[in-house]
């Protein structure tokens, strides 16, 4: 039997694959013992039972292959909100919170708003979305049907009643009615990118994240369809590569929407393009 101590020192093993492993591997260790990490500080010389070693080898084996920390404990944290994952979608990346930021600003003064998120996946800007006023009416669809029962489990799971999840290819079935607001973080990368290579993309469906026309596709796909779903006035967000910011404001303005803008992450890096339909006063 080993003790937290020891168990703790294999994060040597994880250099090679991770930036953080001295973090990996207290998540990894702290999910086998179903304690949090303070635990683990708290009790360092305790002794680990047989079978929580045992996870927690195989998990650490899992991790020295490459596989995401997210996957290996089935949930990440977003916004407020503690999600389920899967290989069906992306893992929420902390940089997406920034399209919840805007998202709310332009829905401040909007007491029954109707929101749209294309693309949702576990659901977390939907779900992010509608845990901040119980009176907007969320809806999110994803083309993957494992993703949409995803989300769905993610907004019981979260006590969010407000958001609801369809399948649907972008707008096919979504009902012929206008939102306040429509948010997308889109497949958005080249197929030809190095970085689908890399780290934890390896384990993500390549659904979510490749899109034709040097990644553009999907973007001025939805920038065409969403007028027809747009009030008048209403915004228009999408969070695209870092490179990307000239063309999608372009893809927006050819296509008639106003004030549009991007916006940086957390990171500086441009993320989040966003353009208003038609009566630009209104908002
Ligand atoms: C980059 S992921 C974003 C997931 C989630 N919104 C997030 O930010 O974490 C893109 C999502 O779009 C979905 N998707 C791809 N093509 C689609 C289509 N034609 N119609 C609807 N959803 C689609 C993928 O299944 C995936 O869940």
């Known amino acids: 039997m080993s003790s937290i101590a020891e168990l703790l020192a294999s994060r040597s093993s994880l250099a090679a694959v991770s930036d953080t492993p ?7 260790l702290a999910h086998s013992l179903e304690q949090n990490r303070t635990y683990l500080k708290t009790w360092p010389e305790r002794e680990v039972s047989a079978a929580q070693q045992q996870q927690f080898q195989t998990l650490l084996q899992r991790r020295q292959a490459g596989e995401p920390i ?3 404990l089935g949930s990440r944290g977003f916004w407020t909100l503690d999600l389920q994952v ?7 990346r902390p940089e997406t919170e920034l399209l919840v930021e805007i998202a709310l600003e332009k829905l401040a003064a909007k007491p029954n708003a109707l929101v749209l998120d294309l ?6 800007i939907a779900l992010a979305i509608a845990s901040e006023n119980s009176l907007w009416q969320v809806l999110g669809c994803d083309l993957q049907r494992e993703a949409v029962a995803l989300a769905e489990r993610n907004g019981r799971l979260n006590k969010i009643n407000n958001a609801k999840f369809l399948q649907s290819d972008w707008f096919t079935d979504i009902p012929k009615q206008q939102f306040d607001l429509i948010v997308s973080n889109p497949p958005y990368i080249d197929a030809n990118d190095p970085h689908l290579s890399e780290g934890d993309v390896r384990f993500e469906p390549r659904s979510a994240l490749v899109a034709g026309k040097q990644g553009l596709a999907d973007i001025e796909h939805i ?13 228009l967000l999408f969070e695209h590569g870092y490179e990307q910011a000239e063309a999608v404001r372009a893809l927006l303005k050819a296509h008639g929407y ?3 803008a991007t916006l940086k ?3 500086g ?4 393009t966003l353009g208003q339909y038609a009566a630009a006063n209104e908002v």
Do not use: C, F
């Not at 693309?119 to 977390?124: E, L, P, S, V, W």
């Open 70 to 72: 997210a996957h290996l």
């Open 22 to 28: 001295g973090l990996d591997v207290e998540l990894l």
């Open 269 to 272: 890096m441009d993320r989040v």
């Open 119 to 124: 693309g949702t996946g576990t659901g977390a």
């Open 265 to 267: 992450d957390i990171a």
């Open 258 to 260: 106003v004030a549009v």
């Open 86 to 92: 899967n290989p069906s979608t992306l893992i929420p």
């Open 223 to 235: 920038s065409v369809q969403a007028p027809a779903y747009l009030k008048p006035g209403a915004w």
